[in-house]
């Protein structure tokens, strides 16, 4: 079966750092993209980035725009994100999902597989 389990999470003070891990297993990670979203007690769902399955085209939410990269290791199976300059309003629950190769979900706001992992928390905090 599909299975996308994310790392990485913890508490960490402004201005830090973070790398967040997403494992999948049970599919072939070459043939997709792979989106993070983020969810706040409260808040809508937040897409936050996406990386296409075969150039490697990346896509960023303004809001973590030059402060956070994706990337992915199809060898390793494992696709990453590393959150730098962490604020306050980066605490959120951190989630993997399949996308279409091509980040068509992530552009859409939608979920196309909805198959994610169990997340990760992320807690900015002085």
């Known amino acids: 079966q599909v299975q996308l389990v994310e790392s990485g999470g913890g508490l960490v003070q402004p201005g830090g750092s973070l790398r967040l891990s997403c494992a999948a297993s049970?599919?072939?990670?070459?043939?997709?993209?792979i989106t993070w979203f983020r969810q706040a007690p409260g808040k809508e769902r937040e897409g936050v980035s996406c990386?296409?399955?075969?150039?490697?085209?990346?896509y960023y939410a303004d809001s973590v725009k030059g402060r956070f990269t994706i990337s992915r290791d199809n060898a390793k199976k494992t696709v990453y994100l590393e959150m730098n300059s962490l604020k306050p309003e980066d605490t959120a629950v951190y989630y993997c999902?399949?996308?279409?190769?091509?980040?068509?979900?992530?552009?859409?706001?939608?979920?196309?597989?909805?198959?994610w992992g169990q997340g990760t928390q992320v807690t900015v905090s002085s």
């Open positions: 990386i296409t399955s075969n150039d490697g085209t990346t």
């Open positions: 999902e399949v996308d279409k190769p091509y980040c068509s979900g992530y552009i859409l706001g939608v979920s196309l597989y909805d198959s």
């Open positions: 049970g599919f072939t990670l070459d043939y997709y993209a």
